[in-house]
């Protein structure tokens, strides 16, 4: 066993574990493993757990979704259903609910699988923060791209046609041309 929970062990939440694990303490939320869930004697799990494969020697309140094999050995107790590619059940055993088999055969464990956790809301929010600064740095640099390429061929050598209020801040530019306007209707109405 690569892990062992004893016997006054009390969990609230979800577990995530690596590994075969012995469980012999009381565990109210879900259970994620990679490899081999063992609930002892003394073990209760009032979740669901997900694991490769599942013995269970304790109490289970939930439903149990083992890729290969869940065994309910004698004393055990499940109130839930099974969903697993092979099923064990023990003389003794109580089991209260449904069982559902697989028809595909499952991959071998991996010792190096992990369960992939979900992402948490901070998590992708800090995420879609991360890309929109990154589309923010992005087009910053295509706009002074664009102004570098725009100022390059002005100062190629061709001749600009009209009026160039380079330097000027675009309201101080319209400002002005629009004031130039007014003198200009002003003074002709005289």
């Known amino acids: ?9 009390k969990l609230k939440g979800t577990l995530w574990v690596k590994g075969a694990v012995h469980f012999d303490g009381e565990m109210e939320g879900d259970v994620h493993s990679s490899n081999h869930f063992v ?7 009032c979740g669901t757990v997900n694991s490769y494969n599942v013995s269970n020697m304790g109490r289970i309140e ?3 979704v083992a890729e290969n094999k869940v ?10 259903d099974i969903t697993t ?11 209260e609910g449904s069982s559902r088999m697989t028809g595909k055969k499952p991959k071998e464990v991996s ?3 992990v369960p992939e956790k979900p992402k948490s809301k901070e998590d992708i929010a800090r995420e879609m923060i991360e890309k929109d600064t990154l589309l923010k740095k992005e087009k910053k640099a295509e706009n002074k791209e664009k102004a570098s390429d725009t100022d390059s061929s002005s100062s190629s050598g061709k001749e600009s046609k009209g009026w160039s209020l380079k330097g000027w ?3 101080t530019g319209l400002f002005l041309l629009l004031g130039l306007a007014g003198t200009f209707f002003f003074s002709s109405a005289l």
Request: negative net charge; without cysteine.
């Open 85 to 95: 590619y092979h099923l064990v059940i023990d003389e003794g055993s109580n089991f």
């Open 169 to 171: 801040g675009s309201k």
């Open 62 to 64: 939930g439903d149990i």
């Open 1 to 9: 066993m690569d892990s062992y929970f004893e016997k006054g062990v």
């Open 39 to 45: 609930v002892g004697k003394t073990g209760s799990v």
């Open 71 to 80: 065994t309910l050995l004698q004393d055990s107790s499940l109130k839930g």
């Open 111 to 113: 010792e190096s699988k």
